[in-house]
């Protein structure tokens, strides 16, 4: 039962992140000879002003 995490910055919308789930199940399931039922994706998102990328905090970009 394969589980997948995504952390990303928030601002998606609930729909692109239905459509993200179930592409990403879709090739889990292809390449990994599984169920898609068996698949659990986690999605964590997380503020601007919490990712910071070589030194710069995001919500500083």
Do not use: F, N, W
């Amino acid at each position: 039962m394969p589980y997948v995490q995504i952390d990303m910055i928030e601002g998606r919308t609930t729909e692109q992140k239905r459509e993200m789930a179930k592409k990403i199940t879709k090739v889990i399931s292809e390449t990994a000879k599984c169920p898609e039922e068996a698949i659990h994706i986690i999605i964590r998102e997380a503020k601007k002003e919490h990712i910071a990328k070589g030194g710069i905090l995001v919500a500083d970009k």
